[in-house]
């Protein structure tokens, strides 16, 4: 903890007083004129098209609780920060709130008041969205019953609970500015690199985190703070790569949250449930080929290792014991209903969390309106130990041709207690 104030007061003073003043001036942003908040039903329809694209319903509604009403706690590595109200009450929604104001928030990550926004709200994705669209988004919000539901305060740990430190952060990590367009690409391409880049704002899960927080943004991969989900690299060809894998196959996951290939589990059959099912298939056909095109990293192959002969003799009658039926003895499963698990990526990865989760707590992928009633994994937590655990995540790692380090029972302790939301 002292480290990381140091790090913070030492990058502060790094930063030149220019810089953070120019932060403060709270003065109207470049491009601040949009389209008219006109309220037509197109204009509307859009906006609501553009809310399920990025879930904003997932992070600004408590479950159980009045749609995009907020209160949602986020947790992050700093402290717990609780999501806004969205809907039009004058005195803790957005019904005072300007096009421009809203327009503020997405592109630059300030408040109403100039105040800088915490970047658990992914406006460092949403910038990439152009004004008309953002317009659109407002207008949606327009339309929300007001919901009289005071906004709840962060807890953040200092010095993290200072924002005007976050002039610091955004000289790191954040620069303004929409997604432009390749004319080297087509006009599908683009679309999705828009739908990934901005509203869907995929890195905000699929990057690495630095110890302030900042996302790298390319698709690389890296370990989901404090949730404790693995999110794989979509530009490995060793974890979630998509190079190889069949468009249509890509379209299905995303739409239904299970394929031929693989299936969603965790955080990720959320955002398909709430969000990605309910796009247009056009919209998803792009998004497919955008993600297909991404460059694929060659990673080294794994060193070989062998199994002690205690874990994989415990692991191999676990696994007939428990999960042969459905994954089958050669691995293959039943897809798109079981996975298999040869040459199964969320398997592979170096990464054996996701694997270890999904033993403990279970597997199930959303219902959605192409899979209304999904086939899940029961949890095995209360079923097997911590040694029994290990030992058939690391058959599985080691069977079929896989060649993966095995799991410790200490890193299953570790993620035993670790909630499954």
Known sequence: MKRLFLIVLLLLLAVPVVLITKEFVHEPDRDAVGVPITGSAAQVAQGKYLALAGNCMGCHTVRGGAQYAGGRAIATPFGTLYSPNLTQDKTSGLGNWSANDFWRALHNGKSQDGSFLYPAFPYTNYTRMTRPDSDALFAYFKTLTPVAQANRASELRFPYNQRPLMAVWRALYFTPGVQKTDPAKSVTWNRGAYLVEGPGHCSACHSSRTTLGGSSGSLEGGLIPVLNWYA???????????????????????????????????????????????????????????LKSLPQIDTPSPVPVALD??????GSKLYEKHCVNCHRADGTGIPPNY???????????????????MVLNGGFPPSTHGNPRPYGMPPFAAVLNDEEVAAVVSFTRNAWGHRQAAVTPFEVSRYRAVPGD
């Open 232 to 290: 794989p690299s979509l530009t490995s060809s060793n974890e979630a790569g998509l190079g190889d894998w069949q468009q249509s196959h890509i379209v299905d996951l995303l739409q239904t949250g299970i394929s031929q290939r693989s299936v969603v589990f965790g955080p990720m059959a959320e955002v398909v449930r709430g969000s990605l099912q309910h796009l247009s298939e056009p919209d998803l056909q792009a998004m497919a080929e955008y």
């Open 339 to 357: 996975p298999p698990l040869a040459g199964n990526r969320a398997i592979t990865m170096d990464s054996a969390i996701n694997p270890v989760r």
């Open 309 to 314: 002969e205690r874990t994989r003799v415990l």
